[in-house]
């Protein structure tokens, strides 16, 4: 799957973290004042690629405020890249022989409405995503394209929810020529927002390839 199905992909777990904290990202700080906080969500990808006819795994970690406008999604393992989504806008890149390289424009553009649609649709400010029309799933939901332009892009996606606390645990993506991506959240915290270099495009660095804050 190339860059716009994955980062599909990336928005719906980017709304995930949102349904998992709750629509109210601000807790009380040690002087009684309101501090604002994030989500950080430490995510595993298994991705199928049938040229490849192989599973490649990967380790992300998402960082999302509670309006699912603000998103940071980073894979740590076995590669880098760092996509962030603020503003509206989608900024991406990718580390090339220890360097950040940023992806192109248009790639960014496309990527980013999708990315903020997706978010909005699994934090409850969107029922169903644009283009897409909603089939009934065992524990969770399951959108499949309306037209034929982008079921060529995307078979279907398929969200899947615990049992017992009802909060997403599972994102599918299914591509019309086989490959598809699965993300599984495997924890999930509130940390302050500090001064916002979460969604600084600027400041790539944040996290270690171990997935630690530096």
Do not use: H
């Amino acid at each position: 799957m190339g860059v716009f199905v994955k980062l599909v992909v990336a928005a719906c777990c980017a709304g995930a973290s949102v349904l998992l904290n709750g629509a109210d990202a601000k807790g009380a700080g040690a002087s009684g004042k309101k501090a604002e906080t994030v989500s950080l969500a430490r995510i595993s990808q298994k991705k199928y690629v049938g040229i490849m006819d192989g599973t490649l795994e990967s380790k992300i970690i998402l960082v999302a405020d509670s309006s699912g406008k603000n998103v940071r999604w980073q894979v740590v393992s076995p590669y880098e890249s760092v996509s962030i989504l603020k503003g509206g806008v989608l900024y991406a890149f990718e580390k090339i022989d220890g360097k950040w390289v940023e992806v192109n424009s248009a790639v960014r553009e496309r990527a980013g409405k999708v990315f903020e649609m997706v978010a909005d649709m699994l934090a409850g400010r969107r029922k169903t995503p644009e283009g897409f029309v909603a089939k009934d799933a065992k524990d969770g939901a399951q959108y499949v394209p309306e037209s034929e332009a982008l079921a060529k892009v995307v078979a279907k996606i398929s969200v899947f929810k615990n049992r017992e606390t009802g909060a997403v645990s599972k994102v599918r993506m299914d591509a019309p020529d086989g490959d598809w991506t699965e993300l599984s959240l495997e924890s999930v915290e509130k940390i302050p927002l500090g001064n916002g270099d979460f969604f600084d495009a600027s400041k790539l660095d944040i996290f270690k390839k171990s997935g630690k804050e530096k």
